[in-house]
């Protein structure tokens, strides 16, 4: 007998993803540099020279067994070393390598993390609008996630809600900063107040809550944005990471854990991970991406084209009339819809072959998300569709 429950997921599919295929069928029919895809966070520029180099250096160059061999359970060694100098050079924060463990992205970063910190039972809090993902991993662990409702006038924390919701089942808050799909950076003001009431919450409660910190996009942020580090304000952090954006790489998989030092518990945590991976089979990123990563540690591909692209898009959507708050980071952008149903806006957006992604599965309804990791040149083009869009069904 199948199993009901993976059964039943397959009515409720990610719309993003649902979007892309719908962005890729469109392409074929007139050609896909004429469908404006704004659905999938898929970087648009290519990963560094040096990481390319360091694969070629490993192919030409290493022992075949150390490239496609298995690694150690909780990764390389020397790898972990070098994630943990270069966290510690750059933020000033005395990881070594036994605080690391490498993981297959910051999705199976989260996956581990969750298991480590919670039981089935507990509460998970996050924050709206959120990355629809955090559902199924949060379910797959017997742990329950409960949202905070957004404050849709910043997107920084709704404090009161927060507070509100705080009770002795919570286990971790998950945060996501740069944020996707708001392109807010948390304040510092953000996350010095949110330690700020975990740390009197640990002592009420009796028990310590962990913050999760979800970084894949911690290298895209923009000019003038205050993007503090979080473990350097809560001891109790476990820094989710992944280097799908910031060297281009979503399609090797690879990321890690950060557990920061201070927390008593850092090295088992770390140790845990190596047990859990046993119970759900991830057993270790490639070794080959691990050792070329680790070549390019502190390297990032081109990311100034997300900027660029973020000011081309918001000016205009400002100068259409749009309510949105201005990105602080990553590639994303989330105005408000221009009627209340996100959905049937977005339905309307296809007429006009502009992909654009309904904000109601990032638990913020009205609103509606643009991935712009695209061309440049082809955000340009897509602004007098969107003018057109607009101008067309709203005025």
Do not use: W
């Not at 250096?57 to 020397?78: A, C, D, F, K, V």
């Not at 809600?161 to 998950?174: D, H, I, K, S, Y």
């Not at 809550?209 to 996009?217: K, L, N, Q």
């Not at 991830?282 to 050792?291: E, G, R």
């Amino acid at each position: 007998m199948i199993n009901e429950q993976y059964k039943a997921m397959l009515n409720g599919k990610s719309q993003i993803r649902v979007l892309s295929e719908y962005a890729t069928k469109r392409g074929q029919e007139i050609g896909y540099e004429n469908v404006f895809d704004y659905s999938l966070g898929n970087p648009s520029v290519p990963a560094p020279e040096g990481f390319t180099r360091a694969m070629i250096e490993l192919l030409s160059n290493e022992n075949p067994m150390t490239l496609h061999g298995y690694s150690p359970s909780l990764g390389i060694t020397s790898v972990r070393q070098t994630v943990a100098e270069s966290l510690s050079r750059r933020f000033g924060i005395p990881y070594t390598y036994e605080e690391i463990f490498m993981t297959s992205g910051a999705a199976g970063a989260i996956a581990h993390a969750l298991r480590a910190v919670s039981k089935p039972g507990d509460e998970i809090l996050t924050f709206a609008p959120y990355f629809p993902e955090y559902g199924p991993y949060v379910a797959g662990t017997g742990a329950i996630l409960k949202v905070v409702p957004a404050d849709t006038e910043s997107f920084q924390i709704n404090f009161e809600q927060f507070e509100a919701m705080l009770n002795t089942n919570v286990a971790a808050v998950l945060i996501n900063t740069p944020n996707n799909p708001s392109g807010v950076v948390y304040s510092t003001e953000t996350i010095t107040k949110l330690a700020d009431i975990l740390r009197a919450k640990e002592k009420e409660f009796g028990h310590d809550i962990f913050i999760i910190s979800d970084e894949p996009y911690r290298e895209i942020v923009f000019d003038g944005a205050d993007s503090p580090v979080v473990s350097r304000f809560y001891e109790n952090t476990i820094v989710c990471y992944s280097f799908s954006k910031s060297l281009s790489l979503p399609g090797e998989r690879i990321g890690y854990i950060a557990v920061n030092p201070a927390c008593k518990d850092a090295k088992t945590i770390v140790n845990m991970c190596g047990q859990i991976s046993r119970g759900t089979g991830h057993n270790c990123p490639p070794s080959i991406i691990q050792l070329a990563v680790s070549r390019v540690i502190d390297e990032t591909s081109d990311l100034s084209v997300y900027e660029t692209n973020m000011n081309l898009i918001y000016n205009k959507l400002t100068e259409l009339g749009f309510t949105c708050v201005k990105p602080g980071g990553t590639f994303y952008i989330f105005p408000k819809a221009l009627e209340e149903n996100a959905v049937e806006f977005c339905n309307k957006a296809l007429k006009y072959d502009l992909i654009l992604v309904p904000s109601d599965t990032f638990g913020c309804p009205g609103f509606f998300r643009m991935a712009y990791c695209i061309d440049t040149e082809k955000v340009i083009r897509s602004l007098d569709a969107l003018e057109r869009f607009v101008t067309s069904e709203y005025r």
